[in-house]
């Protein structure tokens, strides 16, 4: 089994900040329309 890398963190909460804004975006959207 391999130990996490810290590039791998560092990109797991970069994709978690990503879903964050994305929901953000829809839940916006959906408020638009």
């Known amino acids: 089994e391999l130990e ?3 590039e791998v ?3 797991e ?3 978690t900040f ?3 804004l994305q929901s ?3 839940a ?3 408020f638009v329309k």
């Open 28 to 30: 916006a959207d959906q």
């Open 13 to 15: 909460k970069i994709r």
């Open 4 to 6: 996490p890398l810290p």
């Open 9 to 11: 963190d560092c990109f």
């Open 24 to 26: 953000s975006c829809s």
């Open 18 to 20: 990503h879903q964050k």
